[in-house]
């Protein structure tokens, strides 16, 4: 059974970048079955896609956090990262990371990680 | 952008049906999937590709799809079933996915 683990600093600096990394376990990042996304969940709101990431390194994002945002896989570590650029107070979210089965946009988000919680403070 | 609109909420009494409906213009060329997710818990997959249903959830819940909207139908509506519930999709391209604004149910 794939599992995630996501972890990195709760609190970043106005205009600092975010950076998390999701730890996958019971399975190999590199696996053609999956692709690897992130999504967040600001403070009693609904759920908003970031970017997905398959295991050679394509990556899709939201047009909207595009400008912002880099996904990418480190499979010598058997996990898949978020840098977020520039954070701001609209970035305060729980950032989940998931994985999608089979290895296509389409497809549903079968694992989730627990969440991140990322405040935006100086 | 591509939306996918839901209630905000639907309210039910324990025994009864819930439905709940995700509206969007590419539904038609696109499978939907529907998230249950409780409070300070990560979403839990209940249906995905339309009507699918994972392993382990029970067969009281159903998901439908007729053009441009989908929906998700619990039966017999438990107490545990009070959620919030996010649809998902992608765009007509296929490259960039969407969640639907969620809708609260509420188990009366």
């Known amino acids: 059974q794939l599992q995630l683990q996501g972890s990195g600093p709760g609190l970043v600096r106005p205009s600092e970048t975010l950076s998390l990394i999701c730890t996958v376990s019971?399975?190999?990042?590199?696996?053609?079955?999956?692709?690897w996304g992130w999504i967040r969940q600001p403070p009693g709101k609904g759920l908003e896609w970031i970017g997905t990431v398959s295991y050679d390194g394509s990556t899709y994002y939201n047009p909207s956090l595009k400008s912002r945002v880099t996904l990418s896989v480190d499979t010598s570590k058997n996990l898949f990262s978020l840098n977020l650029n520039s954070v701001t107070a609209a970035d305060i979210a729980l950032y989940f990371c998931?994985?999608?089965?089979?290895?296509?946009?389409?497809?549903?988000?079968?694992?989730w990680g627990q969440g991140s919680l990322v405040t935006v403070s100086s | 952008s591509y939306e996918l609109t839901q209630p905000p909420s639907v309210s039910v009494s324990p025994g009864q049906t819930a439905r709940i409906t995700c509206s969007g213009d590419a539904l038609p060329d696109q499978f939907a999937h529907w998230y249950q997710q409780k409070p300070g818990q990560a979403p839990v997959l209940v249906i995905y590709k339309d009507t699918e249903r994972p392993s382990g959830v029970p067969e009281r819940v159903s998901g439908s799809t007729s053009g441009t909207i989908v929906t998700l139908t619990i039966t017999g509506v438990l107490p545990e079933d009070e959620a919030d519930y996010f649809c998902q999709s992608v765009d007509s391209t296929g490259a960039f996915v969407v969640f639907g604004g969620g809708t609260k149910l509420t188990v009366l």
């Open positions: 019971g399975g190999s990042i590199t696996t053609t079955n999956y692709f």
């Open positions: 998931a994985a999608s089965v089979p290895a296509t946009t389409t497809a549903a988000f079968d694992f």
